[in-house]
């Protein structure tokens, strides 16, 4: 399980998140937030967790997406099946998603409600994935943006599943973050800027 706190003036959030059985604990005051996040868990297969405060609506929402993405970057499998595809109706909307969790961070598609196409990007970015989301159609953005977290949630199930080996060209790709001679720091620990 990952288990992130991030904090910054603007929001406080604490997220737990695994590869489960889709169950969502979801604490957030924003209603359709919340129902995205626990539709996001359910048809992902993932655990999820989450508290989350924010001063304004557009914060929240970003941040509670770049937390879910760091946290789940933590939880792929290095044999992942890394690529999934969905195709999902609401009602009159239908929106495919496609995923790859092969560490190259991109996100194409807008939707209707721009502050669930940041969402996306945002959550995209800091998994470390590509992610490509198409509307085929619709009118009522709700159903749009609902389809298209469906999508994404059934291809991340798709793209989670460790087959037991590394599916690339590359094979396993590895990243060592080596010791570097630490700045001077301030008294209270802060970062001195150098002048030049």
Same mark, same amino acid.
């Given at each position: 399980?990952? /288990?992130?706190? /991030?904090?910054?003036?603007?929001?406080?959030?604490?997220?737990?998140?695994?590869?489960? &059985?889709? /169950?969502?604990?979801?604490e957030v005051a924003d209603g359709f937030l919340k129902h995205m996040v626990e539709t996001l868990a359910r048809y992902s297969g993932l655990d999820i967790?989450?508290?989350?405060?924010?001063?304004? +609506?557009?914060?929240l929402i970003e941040d509670?997406?770049?937390t879910l993405g760091l946290a789940l970057a933590d939880e792929v499998p290095a044999s992942a099946a890394r690529y999934g595809w969905a195709q999902?109706?609401?009602d009159?909307?239908?929106a495919d998603a496609a995923i790859d969790l092969g560490g190259r961070p991109f996100y194409v598609g807008p939707l209707p409600? +721009?502050?669930?196409?940041? #969402?996306?990007? &945002? #959550?995209?970015?800091n998994l470390g994935a590509t992610l490509h989301i198409q509307v085929l159609r619709g009118d009522d953005p709700h159903h749009i943006v609902e389809?298209?977290? +469906?999508?994404?949630?059934?291809?991340?199930?798709?793209?989670?599943?460790?087959?037991?080996?590394? #599916? &690339?060209?590359k094979g396993s790709v590895t990243?060592?973050?080596l010791e570097s001679p630490e700045r001077p720091k301030s008294p209270a620990g802060v970062d001195q800027e150098e002048d030049g």
């Open positions: 399980m990952s /288990r992130l706190r /991030r904090q910054t003036r603007e929001t406080q959030i604490v997220a737990d998140v695994r590869i489960g &059985s889709g /169950r969502a604990n979801v967790e989450l508290t989350a405060t924010g001063d304004l +609506k557009h914060h509670v997406a770049i999902i109706p609401m009159e909307a239908l409600y +721009k502050l669930y196409t940041h #969402f996306l990007h &945002s #959550f995209a970015t389809a298209a977290i +469906k999508a994404t949630g059934m291809a991340l199930r798709q793209a989670l599943v460790d087959g037991g080996v590394v #599916f &690339s060209t990243l060592e973050r």
